[in-house]
């Protein structure tokens, strides 16, 4: 049996997860770990507008792809022979659909699981059929394959760009690490000069008063000589 390549597609509210609107292909593998893995997935929280995400999940279920806006998140699950950008057409064709279809109203009024479906399935149907042997041919394995390396280096770009973050962090903390070494010797040096002062001070006056004791013992003396 040719396997699917489209095994789900979806239709959820990006704020709370809910998922408005589904279908499952007619040969998808392990329907019901496909939803547990949707599910689990939209229940995340870590959704946010204007992602496209592409998670793994294995072998026999394939590749979760997931396409964001503002209100809503529109995703599906496809072999892992389908490229990442076809995969993507896909849902961008299904996101199309859902807001010709779909007010925004419908969607913020929504309050259950599959309320939508009434608009939304036998599309979604006739997009799982329509797309069955989307990554059966050598050029979609093709695909595949440069998707892979894009992502490898989407990786290290992102590698690079974050440790270069982390080293303009390190040169900041150094910055401000030298400014407070630099002040802190000011301070000490205002400290050691105040206490200069006040040693002199002292000194002056202790002086002052030997001075006066000695005159009070002195001065008598003197007179009398």
Known sequence: MTEASVRYIGFARLKDGLLLASQKGKKAPSPSKIEDTVSRVLASGNLTSGQRLSITVD?????????????????????????????F?????????????????????????????????????????????????????????IEEVKMVVEQNINRVLQNAEDLEAVETKSEILRQDAAQFQRRGENIKRALWWRNFKLKCIIALLVIVVLCYIFVPIIAKM
């Open 59 to 87: 072998k026999v279920i394939g590749t979760l792809h997931i396409m964001t806006t503002s209100s809503d998140a529109v995703l599906g699950v496809f072999s892992e022979s389908v490229p990442r950008r076809a995969a």
């Open 89 to 145: 057409e896909v849902l961008e064709s299904t996101s199309a659909f859902v807001k010709d279809q779909v007010s925004p109203e419908l969607v913020t009024a929504a309050t259950k699981e599959g309320e939508l479906n009434r608009f939304c399935k036998d599309h979604f149907k006739e997009t799982c059929s329509r797309n069955e042997n989307l990554g059966s041919n050598k050029m979609s394995k093709i695909g595949v394959k």
